[in-house]
């Protein structure tokens, strides 16, 4: 069981628009710590796609962003590609565990 | 750009020591507000943060994994490393090294990732 509650899959048509929601608590992104998403391609390693709840890094399509409100985050992508097709994962920090907590993750089908 | 690669053996027997080193390229592992990092990923399932370990040295531990685990860095070969003891196939996975922008950041970037098996 996750600290961080992801839907386990969302699917989407190419050209669409989903979300993807990350629900924590008091601890964690209700106590205004940030919140990180991550991409993982099939077979590859995870890769920063958002970074202190809504920032992007260099190199990440504007496609990708993200939002967060009490003690959810979502991350939204437009515009839905066939390469987007990949498992994302939130990330934060737990005061009640002293450290970093992950979702379980969503796995994204573009249909 | 800084990258990481772990190494070390990809079998281990049970109860023994899982032992993991990261080496740190393109950049120093004594920058400051960096703390290196291990995160795991059980064979088809999500991510396990397992600890870090700040460039000062401090170790932050999974409370789950605390009384098994010793994260530590050579800052003379530009690596950190992962020991975990007592280990059981609840141990099999991905194991991943990153680096983290502080104790409550991103983590950016990651390893290639080393899958160490636990069997006899």
């Known amino acids: 069981q996750s600290v961080l509650t992801q839907p386990p899959s969302v699917s989407g048509a190419p050209g669409q628009r989903v979300t993807i929601s990350c629900t924590g608590s008091?601890?964690?992104?209700?106590?205004?710590?940030?919140v990180h998403w991550y991409q993982q391609l099939p077979g590859t390693a995870p890769k920063l796609l958002i970074y202190?709840?809504?920032s992007r890094p260099s190199g990440v399509s504007d496609r990708f962003s993200g939002s967060k409100s009490g003690t959810s985050a979502s991350l939204a992508i437009t515009g839905l590609q066939a390469e987007d097709e990949a498992d994302y994962y939130c990330?934060?920090?737990?005061?009640?565990?002293?450290?970093?907590?992950f979702g379980g993750g969503t796995k994204l089908t573009v249909l | 750009q800084v990258q990481l690669q772990e190494s070390g053996p990809g079998l281990v027997k049970p109860s023994q020591t899982l032992s993991l080193t990261c080496t740190v390229s393109?950049?120093?592992?004594?920058?400051?507000?960096?703390?290196w990092s291990w995160i795991r990923q059980h064979p088809g399932k999500g991510l396990e943060w397992i600890g870090y370990?700040?460039?000062?040295?401090?170790?932050y531990y999974n409370p789950s994994l605390k009384s098994r685990l010793s994260i530590s860095v050579d800052t003379t070969q530009n690596q950190f490393s992962l020991k975990l003891n007592s280990v059981t196939g609840a141990d099999t996975a991905v194991y991943y090294c990153?680096?983290?922008?502080?104790?409550?950041?991103?983590?950016?970037?990651w390893g290639q990732g080393a899958l160490v098996t636990v069997s006899s």
């Open positions: 370990i700040s460039n000062s040295g401090s170790p």
């Open positions: 393109g950049g120093s592992i004594s920058s400051a507000n960096h703390f």
């Open positions: 008091n601890s964690n992104i209700g106590a205004g710590y940030n």
């Open positions: 990330q934060s920090y737990d005061s009640s565990l002293s450290g970093s907590v």
């Open positions: 990153v680096r983290a922008y502080g104790a409550h950041s991103w983590f950016d970037p």
């Open positions: 202190g709840d809504n």
